[in-house]
C-alpha cells in the first residue's frame, strides 16, 4: 500500500498550487462580491493546460482521474465558485460526450474544451430534482432534426457555457426508457437563458434556468442510443461524484490553513488564541477531517483508474463524508476567526458559504446514503 502521490502527480500538485496561489486566490474574493465570471481566468488556465485534464489523449487530452481530482481540489481552493465551473465543464458537462458520444462529437467538442469553453450540464427541472427520472422536458423527432421543448433550473455555467449536453423524453409514458441525451449549442434558435438564482455562494458561476421552445437541432447532436439518456446521465453523474468530494476538500483545505495561520497570530488573554486548549482542539478536529476527508476522495479517484469506472459505494462514501466534513470544518474555522469570521473582511465566511452546496448538488447527502445503504444491502 502506498499512499503517496507519484513524482508526475506531485509535480502537477505544485504547478496548480503555483497558478492558484498567485492568479486565483488573489481575485476570488472579488469574483465572490461582483458575482462576476472570470473569463480571462478561464482563457489563462486553459493556456497552461488546466482544460486538458482528464480527456482522452487522442483529443488532445492529458492525465488521468486522479490528476483531475488534484486540480479540481487545487481550483476549488483558490475559488470554489471558479472550481464548480472547471470541475463541472470538464467532467459532468462533458461526460456524456467523452463516455458515450460518437468520435465526430468529441473532435468537435473537446477541442473547444481544451481551448477554454465553458460547458453546462441540464438534467434538473421543477419536478425533477433527486428524482431525475421525473423529467417533463419533450423531444419529437423531425426528419433529420430534433425538436426539444421544456425547462430546466439550477444548471451550474448555464449562462457561460458555449454548449450544454441536456436529456429529455420522448415520451413520460415510457419512463426512464424514454430519455434521451443532447447537445446543444449557444446561439441555437429556441434555445434560452431565463432566470439567473441569486446564491448563498459559489458567486462567479450562475446556477440558470435554460429553456428550449421549438427548438431544432440536428439529428447529430444526439449524443449515444435514442432511448438511453437515463444510463447515460446517471453514468456522467456517478463519474462526477468524486470530483465533488475534490471541491469540498479544497474549500476545507482553504478554511483550515486560514483558522490555523489566525490562530497563530490573534492574541487574547495575553497569548496567541492557538494557545488556549478549546482552540487547539478544534484544529485537531479539523485536521482529522480534513485528512480522513481527502483519503476517501483520492480512494475513490484510485478506483475508478483501477477498475476502469467509478465505484459507487466509495465514490459516494467519498462525496457524502467530504461534503459534511467541509460543512463541519469550515464552521470551526469561522468560530477561530471570532466576530472577524461573520465579516467580509476575511474569507471565511465565503468558504462557509460556498462549501454548502456541496452537500446538495450532484446528489444531495440523502441520496448519498441512499446509494450507500443500496450498494451494502443489495436493495433497490
Ligand atoms: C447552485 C446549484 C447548482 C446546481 N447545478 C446543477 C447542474 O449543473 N445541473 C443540474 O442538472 N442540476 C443542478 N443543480 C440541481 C441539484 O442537483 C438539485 O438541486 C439536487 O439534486 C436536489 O434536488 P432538489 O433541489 O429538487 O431537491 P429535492 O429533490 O426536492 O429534495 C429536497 C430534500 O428532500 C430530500 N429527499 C428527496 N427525496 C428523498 C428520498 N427519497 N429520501 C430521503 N430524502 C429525500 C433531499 O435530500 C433534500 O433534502 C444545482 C443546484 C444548485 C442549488
Same mark, same amino acid.
Given at each position: 500500500?502506498?499512499?503517496?502521490?507519484?513524482?508526475?502527480?506531485?509535480?502537477?500538485?505544485?504547478?496548480?498550487?503555483?497558478?492558484?496561489?498567485?492568479?486565483?486566490?488573489?481575485?476570488?474574493?472579488?469574483?465572490?462580491?461582483?458575482?462576476?465570471?472570470?473569463?480571462?481566468?478561464?482563457?489563462? &488556465?486553459?493556456?497552461?493546460?488546466?482544460?486538458?485534464?482528464?480527456?482522452?489523449?487522442?483529443?488532445?487530452?492529458?492525465?488521468?482521474?486522479?490528476?483531475?481530482?488534484?486540480?479540481?481540489?487545487?481550483?476549488?481552493?483558490?475559488?470554489?465558485?471558479?472550481?464548480?465551473?472547471?470541475?463541472?465543464?470538464?467532467?459532468?458537462?462533458?461526460?456524456?460526450?467523452?463516455?458515450?458520444?460518437? +468520435?465526430?462529437?468529441?473532435?468537435?467538442?473537446?477541442?473547444?474544451?481544451?481551448?477554454?469553453?465553458?460547458?453546462?450540464?441540464?438534467? %434538473?427541472?421543477?419536478?425533477?430534482?433527486?428524482?431525475?427520472?421525473?423529467?417533463?422536458?419533450?423531444?419529437?423527432?423531425?426528419?433529420?432534426?430534433?425538436?426539444?421543448?421544456? %425547462?430546466?433550473?439550477?444548471?451550474?455555467?448555464?449562462?457561460?457555457?458555449?454548449?450544454?449536453?441536456?436529456?429529455?423524453?420522448?415520451?413520460?409514458?415510457?419512463?426512464?426508457?424514454?430519455?434521451?441525451?443532447? !447537445?446543444?449549442?449557444?446561439?441555437?434558435?429556441?434555445?434560452?437563458?431565463?432566470?439567473?438564482?441569486?446564491?448563498?455562494?459559489?458567486?462567479?458561476?450562475?446556477?440558470?434556468?435554460?429553456?428550449? +421552445?421549438? #427548438?431544432?437541432?440536428?439529428?447529430?447532436?444526439?449524443?449515444?442510443?435514442?432511448?438511453?439518456?437515463?444510463?447515460?446521465?446517471?453514468?456522467?453523474?456517478?463519474?462526477?461524484? !468524486?470530483?465533488?468530494?475534490?471541491?469540498?476538500?479544497?474549500?476545507?483545505?482553504?478554511?483550515?490553513?486560514?483558522?490555523?495561520?489566525?490562530?497563530?497570530?490573534?492574541?487574547?488573554?495575553? !497569548?496567541?488564541?492557538?494557545?488556549?486548549?478549546?482552540?487547539?482542539?478544534?484544529?485537531?478536529?479539523?485536521?482529522?477531517?480534513?485528512?480522513?476527508?481527502?483519503?476517501?476522495?483520492?480512494?475513490?479517484?484510485?478506483?475508478?483508474?483501477?477498475?476502469?469506472?467509478?465505484?459507487?459505494?466509495?465514490?459516494?462514501?467519498?462525496?457524502?463524508?467530504?461534503?459534511?466534513?467541509?460543512?463541519?470544518? #469550515?464552521h470551526k474555522a469561522v468560530q477561530i476567526f471570532g466576530?472577524?469570521?461573520?465579516?467580509?473582511?476575511?474569507?471565511?465566511?465565503?468558504?462557509?458559504?460556498?462549501?454548502?452546496?456541496?452537500?446538495?448538488?450532484?446528489?444531495?447527502?440523502? &441520496?448519498?446514503?441512499?446509494?450507500?445503504?443500496?450498494?451494502?444491502?443489495?436493495?433497490?
Amino acid at each position: 500500500m502506498n499512499f503517496e502521490l507519484s513524482e508526475e502527480h506531485k509535480m502537477f500538485q505544485s504547478m496548480i498550487r503555483d497558478f492558484v496561489a498567485n492568479e486565483i486566490e488573489p481575485c476570488a474574493s472579488k469574483w465572490d462580491e461582483t458575482n462576476e465570471f472570470p473569463y480571462d481566468m478561464v482563457k489563462k &488556465m486553459a493556456e497552461v493546460g488546466l482544460y486538458s485534464v482528464g480527456f482522452p489523449e487522442q483529443y488532445g487530452g492529458t492525465g488521468d482521474e486522479l490528476t483531475f481530482t488534484i486540480a479540481a481540489e487545487e481550483v476549488s481552493r483558490g475559488s470554489g465558485g471558479l472550481g464548480i465551473s472547471y470541475l463541472v465543464t470538464l467532467g459532468l458537462a462533458m461526460n456524456p460526450i467523452t463516455m458515450h458520444g460518437s +468520435d465526430e462529437q468529441k473532435s468537435r467538442y473537446i477541442p473547444r474544451v481544451i481551448d477554454g469553453a465553458t460547458v453546462a450540464f441540464a438534467l %434538473t427541472e421543477a419536478m425533477a430534482g433527486s428524482d431525475v427520472a421525473n423529467l417533463d422536458m419533450r423531444y419529437a423527432r423531425d426528419g433529420d432534426e430534433f425538436i426539444l421543448n421544456g %425547462t430546466k433550473i439550477f444548471i451550474t455555467s448555464g449562462a457561460e457555457a458555449e454548449f450544454v449536453t441536456t436529456f429529455a423524453t420522448r415520451d413520460r409514458s415510457l419512463g426512464h426508457k424514454g430519455f434521451s441525451a443532447f !447537445v446543444v449549442d449557444k446561439g441555437t434558435p429556441g434555445f434560452s437563458v431565463g432566470k439567473l438564482e441569486d446564491k448563498m455562494g459559489i458567486h462567479p458561476t450562475s446556477a440558470a434556468e435554460l429553456v428550449f +421552445d421549438n #427548438c431544432r437541432i440536428p439529428a447529430d447532436n444526439l449524443i449515444g442510443e435514442e432511448g438511453k439518456g437515463f444510463r447515460i446521465a446517471l453514468e456522467a453523474i456517478d463519474a462526477s461524484r !468524486v470530483t465533488i468530494a475534490a471541491q469540498a476538500v479544497g474549500i476545507a483545505q482553504a478554511a483550515y490553513d486560514a483558522a490555523v495561520a489566525y490562530a497563530k497570530e490573534r492574541r487574547q488573554f495575553g !497569548v496567541e488564541i492557538a494557545r488556549h486548549q478549546g482552540i487547539q482542539f478544534m484544529i485537531a478536529d479539523m485536521a482529522v477531517e480534513l485528512d480522513a476527508a481527502r483519503l476517501l476522495t483520492y480512494r475513490a479517484a484510485w478506483l475508478t483508474e483501477q477498475q476502469g469506472r467509478p465505484p459507487l459505494k466509495e465514490a459516494a462514501m467519498a462525496k457524502l463524508y467530504a461534503s459534511e466534513a467541509a460543512h463541519r470544518i #469550515c464552521h470551526k474555522a469561522v468560530q477561530i476567526f471570532g466576530g472577524y469570521g461573520y465579516t467580509r473582511e476575511f474569507p471565511v465566511e465565503r468558504f462557509y458559504r460556498d462549501q454548502r452546496i456541496t452537500e446538495i448538488y450532484e446528489g444531495t447527502s440523502e &441520496m448519498q446514503r441512499w446509494t450507500i445503504a443500496r450498494q451494502i444491502t443489495g436493495t433497490r
